[in-house]
């Protein structure tokens, strides 16, 4: 699901890119006989009426961002009760990945253990632009160090994917046609991976090179990756342009 986009010169999010472009903010649902699960959850609906809730970041990005795409509508679209989700992963606390947590009020929140120490940590977050009104709102709360199997038989497990930023995570999936990897922003599109074009900014810069070799080797293996922000793989309407079953 599409929870808002954002229009930025590529050189913004990839160092020396020329032109501008409009990526999406995708927030991902998977439904488990143990439970429902989302990862990322877009934009916070405020922005859907001022961009003054990202402070400075308003200079490099134009929101694009409708009522009825926000979260909750999102999931209400598709019968799903927001305040029936069990699981809460947030692959990072960038405005774009938690600004609909507060759609789903219930569900246990599962983030890494560096992440959540990062934005605790004064310097780290004004880097990263952290804002807590978005993200620490009371959800119970499962810190987790390194991969981590949410239900124990293998079908969701949390990737560690630090780089990007320092506890930065990625979510693997796997469905009956195979293992999907949702890489969040350890891998913004396939441009980052082919190219090994990166942001301007990072915590780690050869932590995030070796997760993408990580990357292309899983790819090489029959894993299908969904990128953080490529518009290819996804439609106007906010729905994945690639068949995933």
């Known amino acids: ?18 032109g501008r472009v409009k990526i999406p903010i995708p927030s991902f649902l998977i439904e488990h006989p143990k439970g429902r699960v989302i990862f990322d959850t877009g934009l916070h609906r405020e922005l859907q009426d001022s961009s003054d809730r990202i402070g400075e970041l308003a200079k490099f990005f134009e ?14 679209s598709r019968q799903v009760d927001p305040e029936r989700i069990d699981y809460m992963i947030n692959s990072h606390l960038h405005f774009d990945h938690v600004g609909g947590n507060a759609d789903v009020p219930n569900a246990r929140w599962i983030i890494q253990r560096r992440e959540w120490d990062a934005a605790a940590d004064p310097e780290l977050a004004k880097r ?14 499962q810190l987790i160090d390194g991969e981590h199997d949410l239900f124990g038989d293998a079908t969701v497990v949390c990737v560690p994917t630090y780089g990007h930023t320092a506890g930065h995570q990625s ?18 599109m396939r441009k980052v991976l082919e190219e090994m074009v990166l942001p301007p900014f ?11 070799e990580r990357f292309r080797a899983m790819e090489r293996a029959g894993t299908r990756l969904i990128f953080g922000h490529d518009p290819d793989q996804w439609r106007d309407d906010g729905a994945l342009a690639i068949p995933v079953q």
């Open 202 to 212: 990072a915590h780690d810069f050869d932590a995030m090179r070796q997760v993408i």
């Open 128 to 141: 990263n632009g952290y804002n807590r009104a978005d993200f620490d709102l009371g959800h119970q709360l």
């Open 1 to 18: 699901m599409v929870c808002g986009w954002l229009e930025t010169e590529l050189r913004s999010i990839l160092a020396k890119q020329p």
């Open 63 to 76: 929101v694009h961002y409708r009522p009825g795409e926000e979260l909750g509508a999102r999931l209400r």
């Open 171 to 188: 979510l693997r999936v796997r469905l009956d046609g195979g293992e999907i990897l949702l890489t969040a922003d350890s891998c913004y």
